[in-house]
């Protein structure tokens, strides 16, 4: 199956896309974490694209569909992928799509990842980051066993600068902007499953595997 993942940041799509990603055996493919890579690699790539990210913008379409063909092309991604991240416009979907055959299409389904807004401020605003194995924590809902430490390294947890609250409202806008086209797009296709995506991880999950029953 070939999945994609669409939610707003805070919405828990990258624990979600790693639950779905297990129970199809297949990888979750994260254009969040390939880009995170070059940043921390300072390639030519992650050196353009560091500041639009830390202000809460994407990295421009052909990169991404460049860096997203390269990562497709490995072996475990031949018999299907969750992709977390991509596409996140109409632009990107449709030269993606494009990449695809009628008996083998880019995409079988998408799964879109809804939750209040004011919900998604407060998940963001309390994410801790481990700098070292990109483990991710929640001071509320999932908070580190030692406070500010990952649990795998001990490393010292880091707030991503794109998950300061007052980045957070131009994030949703930007998200928003570019994702109602998109579940549109897929809506016209029959692929769209919208899930609510309030309630623990089981939940969220249940209510995923229980949408990709009917299709
Ligand atoms: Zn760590």
Partial sequence: MRAVLLGPPGSGKGTQGQKLADQLRAPRIATGDIIRDHIARRTAFGLKVEERIAAGDYAPDEDIIHLVSLRLA?????????????????????????????DAPAVDVVIALEIDETVLIERTAGRLVCPKCASVYQMHLQPPKQAGRCDRDGETLVRRPEDDPGTMPHRLDVYHQSTLPLTQYYAQQGKLRPVDASGSPDEVFQRILFALKDR
């Fill in 74 to 102: 490995q072996p475990d991604a031949t018999q299907g992928y969750v992709l977390d991240g991509f596409p996140r416009n109409l632009n990107q979907a449709r030269l993606f799509d494009a990449t695809g055959g009628a």
